[in-house]
């Protein structure tokens, strides 16, 4: 087994999915923080997701790479490898995500809108107070 392609195949295991979720990590907080049924302050259940996203997208890639990397050959090889691993991790954890973070806001989008309340009509006189 050569070092430089173990350490080259778990250094690419991690990058890949901390850079995905970190992308996705903005719009997840809002979508997240807006599905809170009872917002926490500091918006404590959206962080709570967040980070078991990074738990599991980090630790399905690594057991992933350990278990399937080319740590014997080429360092192409097991860079080639390392990337297709990483990437297969990452795609698989985050459509996980995406799947269970969108079922609630296709129901929410499912149900009817609430009936907004009547409002008073202005009278002409005080449009241009």
Request: glycine share 6%; hydrophobic share 60%.
């Amino acid at each position: 087994m050569s070092e430089l392609n173990f350490v080259l195949t778990l250094a690419v295991a991690v990058l890949g999915p901390l850079l995905a979720i970190s992308y996705l990590k903005p719009i997840l907080l809002v979508v997240l923080d807006a599905l809170c049924v009872a917002p926490l302050p500091g918006k404590v259940g959206a962080h709570f997701w967040i980070r078991s996203a990074y738990v599991l997208a980090l630790a399905g890639t690594l057991v992933l790479a350990l278990t399937f990397g080319e740590f014997h050959g080429s360092v192409m090889d097991a860079l080639r490898r390392a990337l297709w691993l990483a990437a297969a991790g990452s795609f698989v954890s985050i459509a996980i995500i995406t799947r269970r973070v969108w079922g609630p806001v296709r129901e929410r989008q499912a149900r009817p809108a609430a009936p907004r309340p009547p409002v008073a009509p202005v009278a002409a006189a005080d449009r241009w107070v």
